[in-house]
T-cell receptor
Framework: GESVGLHLPTLSVQEGDNSIINCAYS??????FIWYKQESGKGPQFIID?????DKRQGQRVTVLLNKTVKHLSLQIAATQPGDSAVYFC?????????????FGEGTQLTVNP | NAGVTQTPKFQVLKTGQSMTLQCAQD?????MYWYRQDPGMGLRLIYY???????DKGEVPNGYNVSRLNKREFSLRLESAAPSQTSVYFC?????????????FGDGTRLSIL
């Protein structure tokens, strides 16, 4: 049978193109979302966050879109560069036994071709 | 600024050996976390410390213990290492547990149990 979780979704783009990375979240009550970038051999690096009272937030070359109706989060990277090659994953803040905590997706491997 | 610093970066242990993973943050954050990351899987929370003097179990605490030594330092101990604990371990910190603020990660400890 198929081994769940061993193969990351992949996205391959040409340098200079725009990239869109998608994430489906699980809990309609989640009120905070984060995108992280993880380069090989490094720890996750914070890119951008968004609260549930917003639909869109922009940073430097990155935009996060939140669609609460379908529980979908996307990260758009403008003019993708080779240095953007990494695994990108989203996190949502969900209720926990005491308070709430972040839970993390498996990630998408972005490859930027020169 | 160093951010979150983890030591060691790599370690190989034999089954049954013990070791302590060290983590320190210099951002004056109240909350600290230990995660493990396995191939193709999202980060899983082992233990967390919402504030100095408190620690609580995450979703995969079995086989681990933690100590919040002071506000800066949070260590993870494997008392009797097992091959199933082969993983990459990440420490993170945030301003407050459960807040709408990102967690900041170290670069990880890559641990192999033979």
């Amino acid at each position: 049978g198929e081994s769940v979780g061993l193969h990351l979704p992949t996205l391959s783009v040409q340098e200079g193109d725009n990239s869109i990375i998608n994430c489906a979240y699980s809990n309609s009550a989640s009120d905070y979302f984060i995108w992280y970038k993880q380069e090989s051999g490094k720890g996750p690096q914070f890119i951008i966050d968004i609260r549930s009272n917003m639909d869109k937030r922009q940073g430097q070359r990155v935009t996060v879109l939140l669609n609460k109706t379908v529980k979908h989060l996307s990260l758009q990277i403008a003019a993708t560069q080779p240095g953007d090659s990494a695994v990108y994953f989203c996190a949502e803040k969900k209720a926990w036994t005491s308070g709430s905590r972040l839970t993390f997706g498996e990630g998408t491997q972005l490859t930027v071709n020169p | 600024n160093a951010g979150v610093t983890q030591t060691p970066k790599f370690q190989v242990l034999k089954t049954g050996q013990s070791m302590t993973l060290q983590c320190a943050q210099d951002m004056n954050h109240n909350s600290m976390y230990w995660y493990r990351q396995d191939p193709g899987m999202g980060l899983r929370l082992i233990y967390y410390s919402a504030s100095e003097g408190t620690t609580d179990k995450g979703e995969v605490p079995n086989g681990y213990n933690v100590s919040r030594l002071n506000k800066r330092e949070f260590s993870l101990r494997l008392e009797s290492a097992a091959p199933s604990q082969t993983s990459v371990y990440f420490c993170a910190s945030s301003v407050e547990w459960g807040s709408n603020q990102p967690q900041h990660f170290g670069d990880g400890t890559r641990l192999s149990i033979l």
